[in-house]
């Protein structure tokens, strides 16, 4: 916890989903929140608040984080992408499309971290097997589906993709 | 008229918004001058408040601060009954009983304010397990500690000992288990005396909410409205709580004035709100030479924790289910839910059965042992069929196969094979593998008399466009509400899935559809659904607006010279219980649920024997659910289950001290993570139930009920030892194994 009399909050320049922006907060306060306080960005979800769940996963510099653990100064300079940037305008992404159609999502609030993983994951690997696909999530709890369906839906986003040819998916994250 | 879309997979109602991250859950709102709301907590299990202290360095000035004295109505959550404070004001019964509520603008500053407070106590002995309540060495509820007790008899079990040729004991134990959703407990609350008191919050049952807001203000009931927010998972646990938080945010802005918003951190919704009930079951059971059962004697026992909250419901649940799916002339089910002073447990998926399946299924395995039976030959002696009778004196009138579904759990799991060639390939291996299974119902709908109290209502209202809307207080969690519902109004009329609207549930403006509990959902209010809607299309008929067969477009006409003529057009349709469904609530006797859901679960598990590790490695589940409505929905709602019993038989130990849940976080509450989980094969039966909407019956709780007992079985089938309670943690399972090789407080 900052502390409230001495600690000066900071200015950190980003892009968030491709809009340069400029975020305010103590240097040390929680990415998480500090996104989430900007209009239009509360896609991005607290399940835990220690790293443990992934339901407020994003991706810095193309790489996979749980925004509860980053401090708000780590942002400085980096590109950040949030669950809001992963549809190209109503167009869905491969994996939000499969996940929507093959009874990947229930209650939804670790959809948008799910999301984040999968298409980080398919970004690394774009031909996972299941068992790569259960690794590559497994930081991602959900109560709902027992998994099943989920990894369904991100094996159905791989084929989809591959005879789509969807740029989005099969190109490095960012 | 469009394509039939009952029995096909429509995509979820809300699931655009929800992979878009465009959901709105209760944190996700924000209002204008809204501030921030905390709890403060006992910190002992038992002893009287003498007083409260603010500590130094704090502007409390600045603070909200709200104690039992600020309370307008009753001090008590209203539910069952009043027996439990809002705030406590002299006692403290729980080591998480709420005292003080402060609300500021700083979240940061608020965090230190709730450590700066102390309360000051005199403790008084606490009794914190089953054992110690039943002792009644000290008294903390009523005359004898005990909550609700229930007797079940059927024939008569004593005149069956001495003639049987086999009798088999057992006791058996399951532990606390959190539900666990996601989304923690929320809330945000407005209040002034001025418009009365709204909430919106994430939270299963409107109704209960608005109930107990009723009499903790002592407002009449058109001064309290209760929203639901998008709800992000519930499984019971945002049954009775969210009634205690919502108090809680309202006493808050009632005297601050402005909104105030309360999100519980993971650690307080883990050790503050309700678990599942902690139970014990003693079975003695009498069979014949054959292995046929002549009776069966079961005391069941749960712990409800402090207050009285929904034991005495989840205690009935667990007692009608204790006798499971077979038929037996002699059963006495003796049952109690005893207080105990840790926060009180409550609601979860299952509901009581979960526990006393897994007693009498883990028993029955035993009992198979002893008579010298395969564990399927013994339940397929004693299956119960159309006609026969329940426990409960119930006749069953479905015409339930339950060797068939046996039948064919074994055949998708390869169960004989696979037990076969395990026995073979397991000596000498360090890998210890096993297959196991248990067999069991469910009953779909609030219990016995239940759904004649509740009296249930839905509606839906056509629009000038022909869109239909549908009015339930029935809330989406995550289960489907909003897509079945859906799915039965189009089917009704002939609709597509477009022209439906779901309603938020609001108390302002959607009629009480009871709770969202019970798997009663579909069954029940689905049905209700149903009628309301071609109650709309009977209207436009009999005034000769429509003709059978219409088009959409014929409809949406329709509607629009309807709604000219009369100004609306929509229809309440409320629950008539069958006149052919009675019980008997004295002698606790009849037909306990208008239908049952009927299951068989196969487990098949690996463990090692060096780490006493188990893994599930395949599961297959077979039921038999009526019509299915969605067969996405209703697999996924399987899958989940299965997967929260996996966590339930494995991983999930609440570990307490002094009454309070020690391991409250996600790092050391282990639930299952996407490696810890098989792919999970779930498989339909359709058996239509005649009183449900197109044939459907309830399935949300059912697999919860044999997923552990199947897991247990397996292990047993594995190792060879004999499994008396869930979790199995490594610990456990290594002292079974090896008995005196590890120190288990």
Not at chain 2, 650 to 658: A, F, K, T
Request: proline share 5%; with cysteine.
């Amino acid at each position: 916890m900052p502390d409230r009399i001495t600690a000066q909050k900071i200015t950190v320049h980003c892009e968030i989903n491709g809009v340069r922006t400029q975020l305010e907060g103590f240097p040390m306060a929680r990415l998480l929140d500090v996104l989430r306080e900007l209009p239009g960005l509360t896609g991005t979800k607290e399940g835990c608040g220690e790293g443990e769940c992934g339901a407020c996963a994003i991706e810095i510099d193309g790489q996979l984080v749980n925004s509860c653990l980053v401090p708000v100064l780590h942002a400085e300079g980096t590109r950040i992408r949030t669950i809001e940037g992963m549809a190209n305008g109503e167009t869905l992404h491969a994996v939000q499309q499969a996940l929507l159609k093959y009874g990947g999502t229930q209650c939804g609030i670790c959809t948008p971290g799910m999301i984040l993983a999968a298409s980080n994951l398919l970004g690394r690997n774009p031909r996972p097997s299941e068992v790569e696909i259960r690794e590559g999530l497994a930081g991602n709890l959900c109560r709902c589906t027992g998994y099943t369906k989920i990894i369904e839906s991100v094996l159905e986003a791989c084929r989809n993709t591959r005879s789509l040819s969807d740029s989005r998916v099969s190109e490095p994250s960012r | 008229m469009s394509h039939p879309v009952i029995g096909t997979s429509v995509p979820r109602k809300e699931g655009r918004d929800k992979v878009l991250g465009r959901a709105k859950y209760v944190d996700d709102l924000r209002f204008p001058a809204m501030i921030y709301g905390v709890t403060v907590r006992s910190n002992i299990p038992r002893g009287r408040i003498s007083g409260i202290h603010f500590g130094d360095g704090i502007p409390w000035e600045e603070f909200t601060i709200v104690t039992a004295k600020d309370i307008l109505g009753k001090n008590c959550i209203a539910l069952l009954t009043e027996d439990q404070p809002c705030l406590a004001e002299e006692m403290i019964n729980h080591p998480e009983e709420a005292v003080v509520l402060l609300a500021h603008a700083d979240k940061y500053l608020l965090e230190e304010a709730r450590r700066a407070v102390r309360i000051d106590t005199e403790p008084l002995p606490a009794v914190l397990t089953i054992a110690e309540s039943m002792a009644g060495a000290e008294i903390i509820w009523g005359a004898d500690n005990v909550f609700k007790s229930y007797r079940v008899e059927k024939g008569d079990v004593d005149a069956v000992w001495g003639a049987a040729a086999f009798v088999v004991e057992g006791e058996y134990q399951t532990g606390a288990q959190e539900q666990l959703y996601i989304e923690p407990q929320g809330m945000i609350a407005q209040a002034s005396a001025d418009h009365g008191v709204t909430v919106w919050g994430s939270l299963q049952c409107p109704y209960y909410v608005h109930k107990a807001l009723v009499r903790l203000f002592g407002l009449p009931r058109d001064r309290i409205r209760v929203v639901q927010t998008e709800t992000g998972g519930g499984f019971g646990g945002k049954e009775e709580y969210p009634s205690m938080l919502a108090g809680h945010a309202a006493l808050l802005a009632w005297k601050c004035g402005k909104p105030v918003k309360m999100i519980y951190d993971r650690a307080e919704d883990m050790v503050a709100t309700t678990k599942r009930h902690p139970s014990r079951t003693v079975h003695r059971t009498a069979l014949d030479r054959d292995g046929k059962l002549l009776a069966m004697e079961i005391d069941f026992t749960i712990d409800g924790g402090a207050y009285l909250t929904l034991s005495p419901v989840v205690l009935s649940r667990g007692t009608i289910h204790a006798a499971g799916p077979y038929r037996c002339e002699n059963v006495r089910i003796v049952s109690r839910a005893v207080a105990t002073n840790v926060p009180p447990h409550g609601a979860f998926r299952g509901f009581g059965a979960p526990q006393s399946v897994f007693a009498l299924e883990r028993h029955l395995d035993r009992a198979a042992a002893v008579v010298g039976l395969t564990p399927e030959e013994l339940r397929r002696r004693n299956f119960i069929e159309m006609g026969q009778t329940l426990a409960v004196h119930q006749v069953v009138r479905e015409d339930v196969k339950m060797a068939q579904l046996m039948d064919r759990a074994f055949e998708c799991s390869d169960y004989h094979a696979k037990r076969q060639r395990f026995q073979k390939q397991n000596p000498g291996s360090t890998i210890q593998r096993g297959i196991g299974f248990a067999s069991f119902l469910h009953g779909a709908g609030f219990t016995g008399s239940g759904e004649e109290y509740l009296a249930s209502e839905a509606a839906v209202e056509a629009a000038e466009d022909g869109r239909l809307r549908i009015w339930a207080g029935s809330t989406e969690m995550g289960q489907g509400t909003n897509t079945v519902f859906t799915q039965i109004a189009a089917d009704a009329l002939g609709l597509d899935c477009d022209q439906i609207e779901v309603m938020q549930p609001d108390t302002d403006t959607v009629p009480n559809s009871g709770p969202t509990v019970a798997s009663r959902t579909t069954m029940i209010v689905g049905k209700l659904v149903e009628s309301a809607a071609l109650s709309v299309q009977k209207l436009l008929y009999d005034r000769g607006y429509l003709q059978p067969g219409f088009s959409a477009k014929e409809f949406a006409v329709a509607c629009r010279e309807y709604i000219g003529r009369f100004g609306s057009l929509r229809s309440m349709a409320k629950y008539q219980h069958p006149s052919d469904l009675h019980w008997d609530d004295t002698r606790y006797q009849g037909d306990a649920y208008g239908a049952y859901a009927w299951a068989v679960y196969v487990a098949e598990v690996a463990v090692d024997t060096r780490t006493a590790e188990v893994r599930v490695t395949d599961f297959v589940a077979v039921q038999e659910v009526g019509k299915v409505i969605n067969p996405i929905l209703a697999a996924g709602q399987i899958e989940g289950g299965v997967a929260q019993g996996i966590g339930f038989a494995l991983y999930e130990n609440v570990v307490w001290r002094e009454g309070r849940m020690i391991n409250g976080q996600m790092t050391n509450y282990i639930m299952p993570t996407s490696m810890d989980t098989p792919p999970i094969r779930v498989f339909f039966e359709e058996n239509p139930y005649s009183r449900g909407p197109a044939g459907a019956k309830g399935i949300g709780e059912l697999p919860l009920d044999g997923t552990a007992p199947a897991i247990a079985n397996a292990i047993s089938n594995a190792t060879g030892v004999d499994i008396r309670s869930v979790p199995i943690t490594p610990e456990v399972l290594l002292e079974l194994l090896e008995p005196g090789a590890c120190l288990i407080e």
